[in-house]
């Protein structure tokens, strides 16, 4: 993502996704992404969103023509940093592949598949990530994703899973 990138909440209106898509930036680094019917009234939409290189990745992510990771964004995870190694498990899960959320407590340190409050914890990061797509949530079948169930189901569809 292009260091020079301003701090604040940039938005652009998906017509595959029927919403905007918004991100908080600082810097060079993604704070959040959601999904609202209607952006952010600080939100800087029209030609300046537009020239966003992050909303331009996602834009291609959603075009669905080619394969797009987002390994190169930096973000800033303000999570419990148990939830945010389960976060960052989520980077690893390559496009077009799901996973269950015992394989997520499995892929991260210190957790055990088997233990329920472990599984709670999985659980609770993916319902609060604060990144998805970035963090892609969307691709972990039994878990709940922090995007909302429409915007899951098309990104799903969208990497055939």
Do not use: C, W
Not at 37 to 43: F, G, L, R
Not at 61 to 87: C, H, K
């Amino acid at each position: 993502m292009d260091e020079s990138a301003d701090a604040g909440i940039y938005a652009r209106h998906s017509p595959y996704l029927e919403r905007y898509v918004q991100i908080g930036v600082a810097g060079d680094r993604v704070l959040s992404i959601s999904f609202p019917d209607q952006p952010d009234e600080n939100a800087v939409e029209g030609d300046e969103a537009n020239e966003h290189p992050l909303l331009d990745q996602l834009f291609e992510y959603l075009d669905g023509v080619n394969e797009v990771g987002f390994d190169d964004v930096q973000i800033a995870l303000t999570v419990p940093t148990d939830q945010r190694d389960i976060l960052e498990t989520l980077r690893t899960i390559p496009y077009g592949e799901s996973v269950d959320v015992e394989a997520i407590a499995r892929m991260t340190p210190d957790l055990n598949p088997e233990d329920d409050d472990d599984l709670i914890t999985v659980r609770t990061a993916l319902d609060k990530n604060p990144i998805p797509i970035v963090l892609p949530d969307h691709r972990v079948r039994n878990g709940p994703s922090a995007a909302p169930p429409g915007v899951e189901q098309k990104l799903r569809s969208l990497e055939g899973l």
